[in-house]
């Protein structure tokens, strides 16, 4: 029996270790932005004092639960059998609760979960997987015809707004900036660069003048591609301040990298955008350009340096 | 002694509904039960907080299920929908700014019921699964926020998902996958609309209700805790400690006692 004790509030002592902990995970948020050298400093704080916290609570007698002390039979079901004195054999004793027994209410129990689970799976199942699956399967993009390519004057910026999907309507209008490089070993060469800011997906305006008089409406097999000229120095997205150069290079702002592009061909005579993918970074400019090209990520994922751990799996698309 | 003259016929009138209920489900001593509970002496106004957050969260209940008789949850027809509720629909103007602005207040009412709860200590044993439970509502109330901005379909709301969106997207190794889940497909579609309305008007209010029901429980349970300053320690238990039972089952009651007691009561 334990000794009685006056009942008292169920209070760990007071610690300053938490605080530390949090000046630590503190600083280590502050590291991520400012530097990994700070990230370091923040990590080790963290985990000292986090380390005295937790040595500080363990050793506290009170916060453990005490354990049961009291047994189920005094007389100690556990000890010894006693050997009978008159030569008996020496048998345990029979106690109810030793017999293993396997009465039919428990396998009737057993059974009426077992049975109630595999219904409730069956159902579930296929709930689930019309729910999340869908989101996942036959996900790449159609090809969209951009029209014939005398549209598209050499060394000239077009935004190009289109429709992916036209069955599905407005909600599937994309914006692309495109421009003509001219032929490249004879083949025509495009920058086709998607306005997704690679901060968060906002769209990215062209930095210049944008002439709206001279839109043009071009019928295609799909729905209307419209063309506006402009001739933009830069591009930057209004939501938190993402700055890139024509290449699609981020110059300033929270971006993780390039803008994204779409694959092009020349089908006919016209203009055919493909699936979009990432960029890390453009060296060169226009037809020289060489591409840093990776799978196609969503915004705000890095595709390069350190932090592309944290990316391993792009979802399946 | 005054002779007992029998009930009038207005209280009879009023009283033999209630007993018949009451004779077959008890139902009338549950509300008596929960509305006529003992609360500590020195319970203040920020007592009622919680139960304004549950009429802030009624309120939206409401106005938004009658809001959803005249919404069109599909990209060519949502905004029409909501200038026709705002414009043309009687009292649809005061319906929706009811539900819009009732959805800040909910929000506000719910931090404020959480600090009124963290400074008066209400947080603590025996009390902890029910802080929990107000912080999963909180998610939940948030998330509320953030799937009902988009419904309207106007600028403000599709860039702001889109955004939100891609803000998951950036979570380690499933962020990508999240995107996909969010969206319904790879990038905004016909099905995003559809499934964040789902989301606000089935399966968080659902959630929400299932929580507040546990959240009710508990408080019945466990009772309201007083200020800090009160004589009244908080917390004290509010019926005797059972003796020990031989069966190894003197915990199962244990929620309403602490240690200490526990163990004196041993």
């Known amino acids: 029996m334990e000794p009685r004790r006056p009942s008292q509030p169920h209070l760990p002592p007071p610690s300053l270790w938490p605080i530390g902990f949090a000046v630590g995970v503190a600083i280590l948020l502050l590291g991520l932005v400012v530097g990994w050298g700070i990230v370091l400093l923040g990590a080790l704080l963290a985990v000292a004092f986090g380390f005295l916290w937790v040595r500080d609570l363990a050793s506290d007698e009170d916060a453990v639960p005490p354990t049961r002390r009291y047994e189920l039979d005094p007389l100690g079901a556990g000890a010894a059998p006693a050997v009978g004195a008159r030569g008996e054999a020496a048998l345990p004793p029979m106690d109810d609760e030793e017999i293993e027994t396997y009465p039919r209410s428990v396998f009737l129990e057993l059974s009426t979960l077992g049975l109630g689970a595999l219904i409730g799976g069956l159902i579930t199942a296929p709930v689930l997987g019309f729910a999340v699956l869908p989101a996942f399967i036959d996900q790449e993009e159609d090809a969209v015809d951009l029209g014939p390519l005398d549209n598209f004057p050499e060394g000239q910026w077009r935004i190009a707004t289109f429709m992916e999907n036209p069955a599905e309507g407005e909600v599937t209008r994309r914006t692309a900036y495109v421009r003509y490089n001219g032929d490249l070993k004879g083949v025509p060469s495009f920058t086709v660069i998607s306005n997704h800011c690679a901060h968060l997906g906002c769209p990215v305006q062209p930095g210049g003048p944008i002439t709206e008089e001279q839109k043009k409406e071009v019928k295609t097999e799909g729905a209307p591609v419209t063309l506006i000229p402009t001739q933009p120095a830069a591009f930057s997205c209004p939501c938190h301040g993402g700055a890139y150069d024509t290449e699609g290079n981020r110059t300033s702002g929270p971006p993780v990298r390039a803008l994204d592009r779409y694959e092009f061909s020349i089908r006919g005579g016209n203009l055919w955008l493909g699936t979009s993918y990432s960029v890390s970074e453009v060296d060169g400019t226009g037809k020289d350009a060489t591409i840093t090209k990776y799978q196609r990520m969503y915004p705000g994922e890095h595709v390069d340096g350190i932090e592309q751990v944290l990316y391993p799996l792009p979802a399946p698309q | ?266």
């Open chain 2, 1 to 266: 002694m005054a002779q007992q003259r029998p009930p009038s016929l207005v209280r009879q009138i009023i009283n033999y509904p209630l007993d018949w209920l009451e004779e077959r489900s008890g139902l009338v001593g549950a509300v008596r039960y929960f509305l006529f509970r003992k609360v500590p002496r020195d319970t203040n106004w920020s007592h009622t907080l919680g139960s304004a957050t549950l009429t802030a969260f009624l309120i939206q209940a409401i106005t938004g299920a009658i809001l959803a008789m005249y919404y069109k949850p599909e990209t060519r027809t949502a905004y029409e929908s909501i200038e026709r509720i705002t414009n043309d629909v009687t009292l649809g103007w005061l319906v929706r700014g009811m539900h819009k602005w009732g959805a800040s207040v909910f929000i506000i009412l719910m931090f404020l019921h959480m600090g009124r709860v963290f400074l008066f200590g209400a947080y603590k044993y025996p009390r902890e699964l029910n802080w929990v439970i107000g912080v999963l509502l909180l998610v939940l109330g948030l998330f509320e926020g953030l799937t009902g901005y988009l419904l309207p379909y106007d600028e403000t709301g599709y860039w702001a998902t889109v955004v939100a969106i891609n803000i998951n997207g950036t979570a380690p190794f499933l962020g990508p996958f999240l995107v996909n889940l969010l969206y319904g497909s790879a990038d905004f579609g016909t099905d995003t609309l559809a499934r964040f309305y789902s989301l606000h008007m089935l399966l968080a209010p659902g959630a929400i209700f299932a929580l507040i029901g546990l959240h009710l429980y508990l408080v019945i349970r466990l009772g309201v805790t007083s200020p800090p300053w009160s004589p009244e320690a908080a917390g004290n238990e509010r019926y005797e400690p059972e003796p020990p039972s031989r069966d190894g089952r003197d915990g199962r009651r244990a929620g309403l006692l602490r240690p200490g007691a526990r163990r004196a009561a041993r």
